[in-house]
């Protein structure tokens, strides 16, 4: 299939993605686990590129996980090295197309090499406006609603509102993605039914598609595939069939308020 079998109307506005499966990929074509990594490399610059030219604004790349940190030193090491020379390598091409990168997750725990070179390219695209792509780094849904919490107990403790002020809205604020609407669609490769601590919060109302295709194999036509299940989905958000409207996009908190 091809984009033409896209509504352009009814795209997502967000699509984040769990890209799983490159150690298994490398394991079926005998090579190393981290052969699978570079891989799927290519598979994110083919996706970001795709959802560039469809002109879906928002990309979340689940990258790397807190948990990703257990993993044996020699693949976490060439995890981090694969990302610098991504980032290295598309700086450019952020430019030219007007991205902007941002980041999710402890940055802290990421080694100073690639710590820096992901602060220059978040700073250099910081005002580029046509997409944006969130790389979740050192990131997990837990992770971030405990630093939430601290975050907004810091600013009670200085006086700045009452802890009986906070609502949805300041909870939503105080998370990694203040500036980044929730996701409308989840895609998660290599057949895991599992979320394994990404978001968590924002994906109250998410979409979820589960292809088995590995991450290294996800490519364009996987991905128009996964939009056109997404395109066939009734999105109710707690509503009827009859209250809908389409394409009217309904968006409700769990206190049931539209906002
Ligand atoms: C996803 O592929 C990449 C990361 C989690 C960093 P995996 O490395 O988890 O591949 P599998 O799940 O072992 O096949
Ligand atoms: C999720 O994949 C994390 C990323 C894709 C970065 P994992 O391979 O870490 O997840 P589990 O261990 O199968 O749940
Ligand atoms: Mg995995």
Redesign the pocket.
């Known amino acids: 299939m091809d984009s033409k079998n896209l509504d352009r109307s009814r795209l997502p506005h967000h699509v984040a993605i ?3 499966g490159n150690g298994r990929w490398a394991t079926l074509q005998g090579k190393s686990r981290i052969e699978g990594h570079r891989r799927g490399k290519t598979s994110v610059r083919v996706i970001v590129e795709t959802t560039r030219k469809l002109g879906i604004p928002f990309l979340t790349l ?4 807190t ?2 940190w257990l993993r044996p030193q020699d693949e976490v090491h060439a995890l981090m090295g694969l990302l610098e020379t991504y980032l290295i390598a598309e700086q450019p091409k952020m430019m030219r197309y007007g991205i902007r990168l941002k980041a999710i997750g402890n940055r802290d725990r990421l080694p100073l090499n690639v710590r820096r070179t992901l602060e220059d390219v978040i700073e250099l695209t910081q005002r580029n406006t046509r997409m944006t792509v969130v790389l979740a780094l050192s990131y997990s849904g837990r992770d971030e609603i405990v630093r939430m919490v601290n975050k907004i107990r810091r600013r009670v403790l200085a006086g700045e509102f009452q802890s009986s002020d906070v609502e949805e809205e300041i909870v939503s604020a105080h998370m990694d993605t203040p500036d980044i609407p929730d996701p409308d669609l989840l895609i998660r490769t290599s057949g ?1 039914m ?1 979320i ?1 601590n ?1 978001y968590l919060w924002q994906i109250a109302y998410t979409e979820l598609y589960v292809t088995p295709t590995l991450w290294p194999d996800f490519r364009e036509q996987e991905y128009f595939q996964a939009l056109q299940e997404y395109q066939r989905r009734r999105r109710r958000f707690g509503r009827t069939d009859e209250q809908i409207t389409e394409p009217a996009r309904l968006r409700v908190g769990s206190s049931g308020r539209e906002s």
């Open positions: 769990i890209m799983d689940f990258a790397f996980s948990e990703n895991e599992r394994s990404f």
